[in-house]
């Protein structure tokens, strides 16, 4: 049985939360023990505010957990957590991962890994010093959907990648913890909390990019770029851009469309369609009218679920983490800083180094 802790209870941690009950609901050899935050109120029954659909609803019963209101207190009494869930807003990711690893715990820490390069670089040491799993909840690399579309530039069924655009956006996080989300030197805006996903996504279907431009627009006071579009230079010269924002008046909503040689495969309103181009074959053919969209079913389990199985599977397998590794989520800050380097000087072309 792999026991696991959760920090941090906000809306996410609330998310969490769900999923461990019902992981332990449908046994599946993982025990919540420990909860901690901060804040007291967090052990109270309340409708969590939060954009992604009612992940984070419920009504807990908090006295089923050892619950802590210091990360230091919690670690001291329970000497035998396998894993913990670190969800605290992203600029405590680091010293919290730290803190948890040298402990002697494997650490499973929200997106995005840190708010810099040398804080991802120390959780990475950090895991290995003390011989510790670490991974980052990357989660649309566990997607149905984004695994499809993975499986397709890796097999190469449908020839290479011509063009992909990615979209991600949506009114702004409003619920956070003393507004963390919006002060740039602690979430860094949307094109570092939000955007993230995309770029992780990039990076993960088509490795990194020689050199990036970006433009982006600061729209919250305090805030960073909260509008952000991106487009990706590769050797091979396919045409990758991503957009992202948190300015749309209300709702959320994620996307992609990514034209291969032999077809479209497109991720719009929640449903996932190909469409076939054989008969184009790189040619203006006057016969060739085109084909139509056909759904594509997917089997996939709530990727948030997903990851976190994952990750337990490694420990009770005693197996390193091979898939999404730290190192991965390193490099899509990499990918990020370059980004926001860009927007800085107003689409210039970065580097991405
Ligand atoms: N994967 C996803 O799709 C996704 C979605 C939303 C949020 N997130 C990530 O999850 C993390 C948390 O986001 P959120 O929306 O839940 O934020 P939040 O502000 O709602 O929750 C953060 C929680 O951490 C607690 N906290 C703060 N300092 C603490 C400390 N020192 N010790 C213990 N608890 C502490 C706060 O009291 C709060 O309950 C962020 O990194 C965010 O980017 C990921």
Redesign the pocket.
Known sequence: MIKAGI???????RGHLNNYLKFMEENKGIELVAI????EN?FKNYKADFN?GNMADGEFDFSKFHCYLS?DEMLEKEKELDMVSV????Y??CE?TCKCLEHGINVFC???MALNLEQCQKMIDTAKKYDKRLMI?Q?LRFWAEYEYLKDCVETGRFGKVISGYFFRGGST?V???ND?YHKKELGGGAIY?QHIHDVDMVNHLFGLPEKVVSIGKNYYEGSNYDAVSTNYIYKDGAVINTQNDWCEATGFAALYRVNFEKATVKYENGELLLADATARNGKIDPDFKGTSYNKVKVEGIDPYAKEILYFAGCIRDGKPIEFNKPEDSMDTIKLVHAEIASCDKQGEPVEVK
């Open positions: 920090i941090g209870i906000g809306s996410m941690g901690c935050d901060i804040d967090k992604i990360v969800i605290v807003p992203t405590m990711h919290i929200e997106k995005p909840g989660c996080p619920w956070s913890y963390w909390d």
